[in-house]
């Protein structure tokens, strides 16, 4: 069974970084995407950013230029958050798509930005 698992989440000022971790367990895939999204309270899930196999990476809008992807050859994507703002607040997700097919979500982790 295949797990993603979040690492990070915590309390953070704004204009402050901070840093979240998503590590793959579990069967080892190989991923084709892997990514972050985020919930904040009474808001629909929105992307947060994506990167590819190849390293081509995808930012939402209300995070690019603050927020940069990355990620090793195997199992592991990490997010590095700049300039945070209050808005920030929010629940985010690891995410993972499999070569060959299958997507995967993290129980999430929660991330709060504080004045």
């Not at 590590?23 to 994506?50: C, D, H």
Request: aromatic fraction near 8%; hydrophobic fraction near 35%.
């Amino acid at each position: 069974q295949v797990q993603l698992v979040e690492s990070g989440g915590g309390l953070v000022q704004a204009g402050g970084s901070h840093s979240l971790s998503c590590a793959a367990s579990g069967i080892i895939f190989r991923w084709n995407i892997m990514g972050w999204y985020r919930q904040a309270p009474g808001k629909q899930r929105e992307l947060v950013a994506t990167i590819t196999r190849d390293g081509i990476t995808n930012h939402g809008d209300s995070v690019k230029g603050r927020f940069t992807i990355s990620r090793d050859m195997q199992n592991t994507v990490d997010l590095q958050m700049n300039s945070l703002k209050l808005e920030d607040t929010a629940v985010y997700y690891c995410y993972g798509e499999r070569v060959g097919g299958g997507e995967y979500w993290g129980k999430g982790t929660l991330v709060t930005v504080s004045s």
